[in-house]
């Protein structure tokens, strides 16, 4: 059927987020919209993004001493050229004019892409989870952005429940689970996730795709994003980044790598209408020396690798 659509413990990061306030005075308007955050493409298409209701301007990294940071990760020193998980996606879908990409990223392509690399499930096997189980027990009807930390977490606690017993609310966020559907969730719990620090990125986020362990990210975008480079693909190439011209911030999911492109694979939540079917390639260069303050290609935010 085609689908369209802590850990209680106190978790320390290093900051370059701007709040709201700070983004909206520093801009001299508001980006954002009832709903979430909006890009817009170079033919005027809308595409809503909802990571949260603020834009990092910098990279926020979990620190050394956080039990809840990656650390001491073996670098292989025979990683492969490339790599690419996407076969245990489900299909790709669109979140529609809601700012419920976080959970597209962490639930039904994160968690479902898990399970199904557990099953060893491709894509025409393999479990679909509901987005809209985890946005709509965090938004509660007032459909906005939301944190990958806390969509991670929920995730730990309850799981997600099959689309076929909550499918996706396109149109609102108000639906909570019944105990039905918490039940069917509660088969489906994530073992745990962890932030990435920002050191060795490049490195640290090929290493656990290999292991199948795909990464969520907060990303800004501005007007570059997905739009076709040199080698024909929609991507996210190195540029100067100007703070005004961030939509703001969005949430999608590392399933994939190629040295070749120079580049990471991610999955996003707009359909297969827009990008490479569904898909972008970022470079590299967007998780290297990310807390450089003269980087002028600045555009990631946040990373977290989920896990089993």
């Known amino acids: 059927m085609r689908k369209f659509l802590i850990f209680p413990v106190v978790l320390f990061l290093i900051t370059g987020c701007l709040e709201k306030n700070e983004y909206t005075s520093l801009l ?19 595409y809503w993004m909802g990571c949260e209701n603020s834009y990092c301007y910098g990279f926020s990294g979990g620190v050394p001493e956080s039990l809840k940071t990656l650390q001491n990760l073996t670098i292989p020193n025979d990683l492969p050229a490339s790599f690419d998980l996407s076969n245990f996606l489900p299909e790709v879908g669109n979140q529609g004019r809601l700012g419920s ?12 892409l898990l399970h199904n690399i ?41 799981g997600a429940s099959e689309w076929e017993v909550f499918p996706y609310q396109s149109t609102g966020c108000n639906l909570q689970p019944t105990a039905a559907q918490r039940e069917n969730a509660s088969n489906f719990k994530m073992k745990d996730y962890l932030i990435l620090s920002g050191e060795n990125m490049v490195a640290e986020v090929k290493t656990l795709l290999t292991q199948g362990k795909p990464i969520v990210v907060a990303m800004g975008l501005d007007p570059e994003f997905g739009k076709k480079d040199a080698l024909g693909l929609s991507a996210y190439r190195p540029h100067q980044v100007k703070k005004d011209q961030i939509y703001g911030s969005h949430a999608m999911l590392v399933v994939g ?11 996003n939540s707009w359909g297969e209408g827009w990008g490479d079917q569904g898909f972008v390639w970022v470079d590299y260069a967007a998780f290297e ?13 946040q990373a977290l690798v989920v896990m089993n």
């Not at 990409?101 to 479902?112: D, H, K, N, P």
């Open 101 to 112: 990409c976080t959970a597209w990223a962490t639930t039904y392509y994160g968690r479902s």
């Open 289 to 301: 020396n990310v807390f450089d303050l003269q980087n002028p290609f600045r555009v990631l935010c």
């Open 28 to 46: 001299g308007t508001d980006p954002l919209t009832q709903n979430g955050e909006v890009f817009i493409a170079e033919d005027g298409e809308e």
């Open 257 to 267: 790598y190629s040295d070749q492109f120079k580049a990471f694979k991610l999955v």
């Open 118 to 158: 557990g099953q060893n499930s491709s894509r025409s096997q393999g479990v679909t989870l509901s987005p809209s189980f985890i946005y709509n027990q965090i938004t509660k009807g007032q459909c906005k952005g939301t944190s990958i930390i806390r969509s991670l977490q929920l995730l730990v606690d309850q």
